[in-house]
């Protein structure tokens, strides 16, 4: 072998070095073949090389067959041997042919090279490389598919990152942006192409980038766009100085709060500002009116006779109409003034005035215009209106706030529904004390009942026909520490405004059902019961227990009731009534012949007693038509089996006249007024004493 020959691969690296005869069989091996082939080098000397387990890779083997064959020399071809130690190797041969002196091919002489770690390197750059690729793929798929739009910018400014989101979101064509682009080129190509809404120019969009970057957190900077689409961008700075910018497009959101903040404040039915509304609205008109040294009206309208339209045609109806009417208020004020609606069928009005005349002027204009009739869904509705005025005049000095005219408008609306409905009234100071005085007889209402001031007095209802006391109605009395006893005509429709009028009423029943518990023989005793009460439920429940609590026969119990308990509600207190007339309890109609159609109600309910009103009584000795008036009232009571009282009774000619009428049973001053229990248990006492002396 020659020797120069094998220099030639001297500038390869080698490992071992290797030499095949002609047949290529093996001739020699270097000892470090050992290391990298796994067997003695003995045992591989005249092996046929082709028996090894190895194998090109690629297109190695062609390159290595094509050199044999033609005796050329091959170079770095990569094959994979199977070491015996069963890990795969990568190895590199080069070989070149050899020639005897005569010219002769001799074999093939190389060196081998073992270039597994290289490998297994590479595969592992490979790898990575890959996982990058689909960590990459993955980044841009999030990026692409985000509902958000976004712009990676870098510390110089340029832009590194965006997603097809940003572009569609300010209307850009894809190839708008390249990497590298400025911000500020950005921007003013976002102006020119007037993405921004009017009076936005590129100094002011950068200036906003600059603060929301410098703040102190991201905060949302809201961009208007030119069609209306509010977009929310936020600046993000980051460690290597750059930042991060995300639009998010909500519009949809803004105005779903917009829709929020606007039902807060209007009525849902008309459109109108609400009270809140007002309140605010009145603030804000009220500093105005005072600064410019100008007057403002409030006035509250109140509906008369909506219930009834609302009643016999319907919500729908009743919902037309509140419309139809917030829309003649809306044509009668002009663009500054407001209108309101409070709820139900109450509704304000803030009129900029110069005096009182103007406002009672628009007061009548209002009135006028809600007063003519409607035509809704077919049929024709007619309602009223009463307005209460409240100024706010510089000449007063202004102090008034929006709270304080606005309840002084509802004290003259107040008063304008007491002097008979379809006009108005200005606030006076004095309507003030009256309502005061409400207020303070309210909390002392409230007080007395708390502190046991109520006592129930006791008034005789006489039996003509032997002027013996069957009953006793129970009336209720204020023992007032400074007014000393009250009225029940003053505190009774104040306790029903406040609805105090259900405990008391229930306190009533108890003590007069415990007081009756004691008096002699069948006496009854007769309750008088508000038409609140009845509509109270549990009214039945209440009634039972004081009945079970003071053991009082349900029979003794007569409970006497106002035709108006008849106009509402009417079902479900006929029903409660049947239910109590179904025990036991004995139930009366009061103040008969006061409303307008006492005697229809008969019909509609079995009453055991008719109490007809003193009304008749004080005028039936001079009238001859009142007595006509009992004396039918009588005749019907008789024929439908309902006995007949009449009340205020006060003097022996009406007596007479009464009992000429065919009156059952009177009640009156003539006989006793209402006497405190003790009095009453003794006027009975007495009268049982009496009868048994004459039985005797
Ligand atoms: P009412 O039920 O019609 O009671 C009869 C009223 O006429 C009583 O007035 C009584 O004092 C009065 N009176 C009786 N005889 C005569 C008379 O000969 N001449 C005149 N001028 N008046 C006479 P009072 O006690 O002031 O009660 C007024 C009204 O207050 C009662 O009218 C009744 O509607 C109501 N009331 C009284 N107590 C209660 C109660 O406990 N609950 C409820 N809901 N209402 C009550
Ligand atoms: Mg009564
Ligand atoms: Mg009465």
């Known amino acids: 072998m020659n020797h120069t020959q094998i220099e030639d691969f001297t500038h390869i690296a080698s490992d071992w070095i290797w030499e095949t005869d002609e047949a290529g069989r093996f001739t020699r091996l270097s000892p470090e073949a050992e290391t990298f082939l796994g067997r003695p080098v003995a045992e591989l000397l005249g092996v046929d090389r082709s028996a ?159 603060t929301s970057l410098t703040a102190d957190g991201p905060k949302a900077l809201m961009r208007e766009l030119a069609d209306g689409r509010v977009i929310a961008v936020t600046h993000r700075a980051m460690p290597g100085g750059g930042w991060v910018s995300t639009f998010e497009d909500v519009t949809e959101r803004r105005r779903n709060e917009a829709r929020i903040v606007h039902m807060a404040r209007h009525d849902g039915l008309t459109d109108l500002p609400n009270r809140t509304a007002l309140r605010e609205i009145g603030i804000e008109r009220l500093g105005q009116a005072r600064e410019a040294g100008a007057g403002l009206a409030v006035l509250c309208l109140d509906l008369d006779r909506f219930k009834p339209v609302n009643d016999s045609f319907g919500h729908a109806v009743g919902d037309g109409l509140l419309k139809a009417v917030s829309a003649r208020l809306r044509a009668q004020v002009r663009g500054r003034d407001v209108v309101a609606r409070l709820g139900g069928d109450e509704f304000a009005v803030l009129y900029a005035v110069a005096d009182a005349d103007d406002a009672t002027a628009v007061a009548e204009r209002l009135i006028g215009a809600v007063s003519a009739p409607y035509r809704l869904d077919g049929v024709t509705a007619e309602i009223g209106m009463s307005v209460g005025i409240a100024l706010a005049l510089p000449e007063a000095g202004g102090t008034g706030d929006i709270e304080r005219l606005l309840k002084e408008a509802d004290m003259a609306l107040y008063e304008a529904k007491a002097a008979g409905r379809g006009t108005f009234r200005l606030f006076e100071p004095k309507m003030d004390e009256t309502v005061r005085e409400r207020i303070a007889l309210e909390r002392e209402l409230r007080e007395a009942l708390q502190v046991g001031r109520f006592e129930v007095h006791y008034q005789p209802l006489v039996d003509l026909s032997d002027d013996r006391i069957t009953g006793m109605e129970a009336l209720v009395r204020w023992r007032h520490p400074e007014r000393g006893l009250v009225s029940p005509a003053v505190f009774i429709p104040l306790a029903e405004e406040t609805g105090l009028i259900v405990p008391l009423g229930e306190w009533v029943l108890r003590q007069a059902c415990r007081d009756a518990a004691g008096w002699p023989g069948d006496t009854s005793v007769a309750v008088n019961v508000s038409p609140l009460q009845l509509r109270h439920r549990g009214f039945a429940q209440t009634v039972v227990a004081a009945l079970a609590a003071t053991g009082l026969a349900a029979a003794r119990l007569e409970l006497e009731i106002t035709e108006s308990v008849l106009l509402d509600d009417t079902e479900a207190n006929l029903e409660t009534l049947h239910g109590l007339r179904g025990l036991g309890v004995r139930i009366s109609m009061d103040d008969f012949g006061t409303g307008y159609s006492s005697i229809s109600y008969l019909r509609r309910f079995p009453f055991d007693k008719i109490k007809i009103d003193r009304s008749f009584v004080r005028d039936c000795a001079a009238s001859p038509d009142a007595g006509a008036i009992i004396r039918a009232i009588v005749g019907l009571g008789a024929s439908l089996g309902i006995t007949t009282l009449v009340e205020g009774v006060e003097t022996e000619p009406q007596l007479a006249a009464v009992r000429a009428e065919g009156a059952r049973e009177v009640q009156g001053f003539l006989f006793s007024p209402p006497r405190p229990a003790a009095e009453a248990a003794a006027l009975l006492a007495a009268q049982d004493e009496q009868a048994a002396t004459i039985a005797a």
């Open 52 to 210: 090894f387990a190895w194998e090109f890779e690629a297109g190695g083997l062609h390159l290595y067959r094509a050199a044999l064959a033609a005796r050329r020399a091959f170079r770095d071809l990569t094959y994979i041997y199977s070491h015996p130690d069963g890990a795969p190797r990568w190895f590199e041969i080069s070989g070149r042919p050899c020639f005897s002196a005569d010219g002769a091919f001799a074999g093939y002489r190389g060196v081998g090279c073992d270039v597994s770690e290289q490998r297994r390197t590479r595969d592992a750059l490979v790898e990575a490389h890959a996982e990058l690729t689909e960590q990459n793929r993955r980044f841009d798929a999030a990026l692409e598919n985000m509902s958000q739009g976004l712009c990676l910018f870098d510390a110089r400014h340029r832009l590194q990152v965006w997603n097809r989101r940003y572009l569609d979101m300010f209307g850009l064509e894809p190839d708008a942006l390249q990497v590298g682009m400025s911000q500020q080129a950005i921007i003013e190509q976002l102006v020119a192409l007037g993405r921004y809404r009017a009076g936005m120019t590129v100094d002011s969009v950068s200036e906003g980038t600059r």
